[in-house]
C-alpha cells in the first residue's frame, strides 16, 4: 500500500510539474516581455524539488526491498554450503552438488523477478493515470 501510495504521490506532483512546464512554455514570450523569467524558474525548480521528495522515498522503499531479498537469500545460501560441508563426506553425490550450482543460479533469476514484481502494480496504475493529479489541482 505505501509503495502505490509514493507512486499516487509521485504522479500527483509530476502533472503540476509538466504542467507549469508547458504553461511556461507556451506563455514565454509574455513572461520575459514582464521580465518575470526569475519567478518562473524559481517556481519551476520548487516543482522540481517537490517531485523529487515521493520519487526518493519511492527509490529508498524499493532499495530497502531490494537489500532484505539480497540479505535472505544470502542466509539461505550460506546456510545449505555450511550444512553441506559439515556433513560427512560421501553423503551427496557429485551429481546432487552439480544440481546444487544450476539451482543456486536458477534461484538467483528468481530473486531478480522478484525485485520487479512489487513495483509492477504500481507502475502501472501511475501510467494508466487517474482523475487524481486532476482533481487535487482544483482544489
Known amino acids: 500500500?505505501?509503495?502505490?501510495?509514493?507512486?499516487?504521490?509521485?504522479?500527483?506532483?509530476?502533472?503540476?510539474?509538466?504542467?507549469?512546464?508547458?504553461?511556461?512554455?507556451?506563455?514565454?514570450?509574455?513572461i520575459r516581455a514582464f521580465g518575470e523569467e526569475d519567478r518562473f524558474f524559481a517556481k519551476n525548480l520548487d516543482l522540481v524539488d517537490k517531485n523529487a521528495g515521493p520519487y526518493f522515498c519511492n527509490f529508498a522503499a524499493t532499495e530497502w526491498l531490494i537489500q532484505r531479498l539480497e540479505i535472505m537469500s544470502a542466509s539461505v545460501l550460506s546456510f545449505s554450503a555450511f550444512v553441506m560441508a559439515l556433513l560427512p563426506q560421501g553423503t551427496f553425490s557429485p551429481g546432487f552438488c552439480g544440481?546444487?550450482?544450476?539451482?543456486?543460479?536458477?534461484?538467483?533469476?528468481?530473486?531478480?523477478?522478484?525485485?520487479?514484481?512489487?513495483?509492477?502494480?504500481?507502475?502501472?496504475?501511475?501510467?494508466?493515470?487517474?482523475?487524481?493529479?486532476?482533481?487535487?489541482?482544483?482544489?
Not at 120 to 125: L, T, W
Request: charged share 15%.
Open 1 to 30: 500500500a505505501s509503495a502505490k501510495e509514493l507512486m499516487r504521490i509521485n504522479g500527483t506532483t509530476k502533472s503540476a510539474l509538466v504542467n507549469h512546464l508547458g504553461e511556461s512554455i507556451s506563455g514565454a514570450i509574455t
Open 99 to 139: 544440481n546444487g550450482i544450476v539451482l543456486w543460479s536458477f534461484a538467483k533469476c528468481v530473486l531478480c523477478l522478484l525485485y520487479s514484481k512489487p513495483m509492477q502494480p504500481c507502475e502501472s496504475d501511475n501510467i494508466s493515470g487517474t482523475g487524481e493529479p486532476v482533481h487535487g489541482h482544483t482544489k
